[in-house]
Each structure stands twice: as structure tokens, then as C-alpha cells.
């Protein structure tokens, strides 16, 4: 059945065959290094989702962080938790990184009927992580796919796949307002929610994991990804991604090296390494 991809605890049943490392793919190094694994308190449990830091058009640095609605919703749990990056192996076939944390979140904006939120780091930022660019309309069935997220609150991991179409099957609401997605390679766990979909091709963010049925017992179901455009406008999340409050929150002041997830040149798909001053 469908399943509500977040996980309580840390789990220990794993089987690594179904995780493919993302160090192995050194072209996914700037998803990786925007990615988080998300630890908040719920209920006086500790919960794992995962989430990214997303770009603004103006590339400004602001540390706004995507996840799933059904993962932080509220202030309160936003106010616990704690992001930790770079956890991940070192190199391919390497020793685990312990990462680094930046802890506590404002919550800027919700789309529950496309189980999205949008979060503010209040901590500062680890030097190192880069921020996501992202698209503004869905893509077309078929399209080559890849997500980066912490199955089972582990280790980073990998998947390969392709876009099915469009389902309304993960919540009772919101008629297609998710992405459906088949894996070729790698499947999401409990923990994963809240991760990006990304086209294989630019690298740019066009959804956030909210349901599925895929695990390591069951590598033939699909995965339910929300729609990133239904959150940019019905949401009401593109003029907080227009331009952020900079770095209020954060240990530095200029974006001295920046990438590009593609050959466009639009500020709107940067991948901004964060440089700190010595």
C-alpha cells in the first residue's frame, strides 16, 4: 500500500543493495552537498525526513530549506529540528562523514495540498553546502529523473529513474498534484520524505518526496513526489523565493564562487557554494 515516507527513531533494518552511494556519481556532488538529513521532535519522539536548501532568484544566500508538509508543519516542530549535512560516505567506496549540523528552523510557508513546506535555517550554516536551483513548471512524462535523500534517517543515497505521470494518490487532496515516479535504480525508505526530484539533465528541483510504495522488499512500486510548480503558486511560495532576507542567519555575507546546474545563465538556477571569511 501507499505509505507515508518518514520514520521514527533511527531504523537498523537496511539492506544496502537496494542504496547506491551518491559519491559514486561525483556529477551529483552539488545536490549532495545541499542536501540534509531533517531530525524534529513530534509527539516527544524523534522523527527523520529529508530536505535541501533552495536558491532564491536572486542567488542571495538566504538559508530556505524544502521539505515534506507532513514532515514539519507546524512552528513548533520546526523550532526542533535539526539539520545535518554532508552525511555521507567521504569518496566512493569510502568512510562514513559524521556531517555537520545547523539546528532550529523558522517555518516561511506551507502547501499541504501538495505536502510541501518551506523552512528558514536559523543556525548557522555548515561552510560548504550549496543551494539547488529549481524549475517552475512540471515536466513532461518520461522525463530521466534522480533523488538524493537519507533512507531510514542513513546515510545519503541515490536513485535513478523516470517520471510516470501525474497521480492524486498520496493524499486525499489535491487532485495531481504529484509526480509519479518508477526507479531504475536505488528506492526511498522511511526518512526519505521531504528529498528533491531532480532533471537528470539540469540538475533543477521539480518536486519533494510525500509517498510511495517502493523499499528494499518491494523494488517494482513508484514513489510520489509533490509538485514543486504547485507550491511555487498555489502554495504561495515563489515571492519568498524571489529574494530572501540574506544572511541574517548565516556565518558570511558574499557568495564568492558560483555554479551553474545547467547552461542556463538565469540567477534562478545557481548553485551557490557557501565560502566562509576568514
Known amino acids: ?110 502547501s499541504p495540498a501538495s505536502d510541501t513546506s518551506l523552512l528558514m535555517v536559523r543556525g548557522a550554516l555548515p561552510d560548504g553546502v550549496r543551494w539547488v536551483g529549481w524549475m517552475t513548471t512540471n515536466p513532461p512524462t518520461g522525463t530521466n529523473c534522480v533523488c538524493v535523500h537519507h533512507p531510514n534517517a542513513f546515510p545519503q543515497a541515490i536513485n535513478f529513474g523516470a517520471t510516470i505521470g501525474l497521480t492524486s494518490a498520496c493524499f486525499p487532496r489535491g487532485a495531481n498534484n504529484w509526480t509519479a515516479v518508477e526507479w531504475t535504480q536505488g528506492v526511498t525508505e522511511g526518512g526519505s520524505s521531504g528529498s528533491g526530484l531532480y532533471d537528470a539533465t539540469t540538475h533543477l528541483l521539480f518536486g519533494t518526496l510525500s509517498c510511495g510504495t517502493t523499499s528494499c522488499f518491494f523494488v517494482g512500486g513508484w514513489d510520489g513526489f509533490a509538485r514543486w510548480d504547485v507550491a511555487l503558486g498555489a502554495g504561495g511560495f515563489a515571492p519568498w523565493l524571489a529574494a530572501g532576507s540574506d544572511d541574517a542567519f548565516e556565518p558570511n555575507d558574499t557568495c564568492r564562487s558560483e555554479e551553474h546546474t545547467s547552461e542556463l545563465q538565469s540567477r534562478q538556477y545557481l548553485v551557490c557554494r557557501l565560502l566562509l571569511e576568514k
Open 1 to 110: 500500500g501507499i505509505r507515508d515516507i518518514g520514520v521514527t527513531g533511527v531504523q537498523t533494518c537496511a539492506l544496502p543493495i537496494c542504496r547506491y552511494d551518491p559519491a559514486c556519481f561525483p556529477d551529483w556532488s552539488d545536490v549532495s552537498d545541499a542536501t540534509a538529513r531533517v531530525m524534529f521532535t513530534r509527539s516527544g519522539l524523534n522523527r527523520f525526513c529529508s530536505g535541501q536548501l533552495m536558491a532564491t532568484v536572486a542567488a542571495d544566500e538566504t538559508p530556505y530549506l524544502s521539505t515534506a508538509f507532513h514532515c514539519i508543519g507546524t512552528q513548533t516542530e520546526a523550532n526542533t529540528s535539526n539539520m545535518r549535512f554532508f552525511y555521507r560516505l567521504d569518496a566512493c567506496d569510502g568512510s562514513l562523514s559524521t556531517g555537520a549540523n545547523a539546528s532550529g528552523a523558522t517555518l516561511v510557508a506551507t
